[in-house]
């Protein structure tokens, strides 16, 4: 029989903790669940303790800081090392049936030498719990999925989810590979943000779009990107850019300041990573839009160690009210991606005609 869960799970990148927790516990306030958690620097993970954790699960907001949510079902320490699976099996008896199993561990430091054993579990265990029908017999994504998070090899947390709520990657780990023609490894972050945004369809939404600023482009990571999906790109920045991209013909490179520099006529996408205080970063996206220079833009915002969680508050805030004073419509996602450090990547997009 299904019983409650009173923890809610959240993996995110070791560091980010306390970013975490503190948008599960605003976001629970929000919808009227408490909570709690102690928290384990560089982790990688919170257990936020709620005794509603099913119903804000059902609920839950795209997060940013949190790359993977889910409900722990069963929570099993002292796994004997001959047999593993029979108490997995019994703790999960008269569970529902996923289709498909995950078995991780977090991404902190202190969990790494567990990912081997996780991995090759996963494999006994997909099998018995597809004898025990806890499984279907073949993976079927569309359905809630199981996940074991091993924190050591006799240690697991068990927790079905949602598909709704399932990143593009299992855990949020982009799997991306660096592409050889690109000219930095910023590339992957514009890349992971396309998916994660716009969807796995994103090449094809792309197609309908023809230009592009770049906004802080060299040496040329993100300008790539818009140019392999066949834009034509104006690349603002003093420093130089990669000399095989301007060959393509597609770019032009304007060495300007991408505070005060504005275009001719209106582009499809604006993308920018400059690395400059957020509020000065948003408030410039800001003047695209609410100018109608650009309808969708994709900006990062580094943000200082000590308040990021209220930086990131704060410029909610920014948005909203400036949008909303000019009575634009839109669109706001916000994303600590698996290729940002200290910074998010923000995805902002004009709504009304
Ligand atoms: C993190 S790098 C960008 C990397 C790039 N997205 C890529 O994928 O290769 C930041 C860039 O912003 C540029 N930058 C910083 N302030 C700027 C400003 N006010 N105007 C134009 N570019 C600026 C810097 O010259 C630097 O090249």
Redesign the pocket.
């Known amino acids: 029989m299904e019983t409650g869960s009173t923890r809610l799970l959240l993996l995110c990148r070791p560091g980010f903790e306390k970013e975490c927790l503190a948008e599960i516990t605003e976001a629970a306030a929000e919808r009227g669940a408490y909570g709690w958690s102690r928290l384990e620097a560089d982790s990688g993970f919170v257990l936020f303790e709620t005794d509603q954790a099913d119903r804000l699960y059902s609920q839950l907001p795209q997060l940013v800081f949190a790359r993977e949510a889910w409900p722990v079902t069963a929570e099993l320490t002292d796994l004997p090392e001959k047999d593993r699976v029979s108490p997995i099996l019994d703790a999960l008896g008269g569970q529902p049936q996923g289709g498909q199993l995950f078995c991780d561990t977090s991404e902190g430091d202190a969990y790494r030498a567990t990912a081997r054993f996780a991995g090759k579990f996963v494999h006994p265990l997909r099998q018995a719990m597809r004898g025990a029908d806890l499984l279907t017999p073949k993976d079927q994504p569309n359905q809630p999925a199981w996940h074991a998070l091993f924190l050591d090899s006799s240690h697991v947390l068990l927790g079905l989810d949602k598909p709704e709520h399932r990143p593009r990657w299992p855990m949020g780990v982009a799997r991306l590979k660096f592409p050889p023609q690109a000219?930095?490894r910023?590339?992957l972050k514009l890349e992971e943000a396309f998916h994660v945004f716009l969807g796995p369809d994103w090449r094809r939404t792309m197609e309908n779009t023809h230009t592009g600023v770049d906004?802080?482009?060299?040496?040329?990571?993100?300008t790539w990107q818009l140019v392999n999906q066949g834009l034509a790109v104006q690349a603002?920045?003093?420093?130089p850019m990669d000399e095989d991209l301007m060959a393509t013909g597609q770019v032009e490179h304007l060495r300007a300041?991408?505070?005060t520099w504005a275009p001719d006529y209106p582009v499809d996408w604006l993308v920018c990573?400059?690395?400059?205080q957020p509020a000065r970063v948003a408030e410039r996206m800001l003047d695209w839009l609410t100018n109608g220079w650009t309808r969708s833009t994709i900006f990062n915002l580094k943000l200082p160690m000590k308040k990021r969680w209220q930086t990131w508050q704060g410029i909610r805030e920014q948005i909203d009210r400036r949008l909303g004073d000019a009575g634009v419509r839109y669109h706001l996602a916000a994303k600590h991606l698996y290729f940002d450090r200290e910074e998010i990547t923000v995805y902002l997009t004009r709504t009304d005609a």
């Open positions: 000219p930095s910023s590339t906004l802080g482009a060299a040496p040329g990571g993100w603002i920045d003093n420093g300041d991408g505070f990573d400059m690395v400059e």
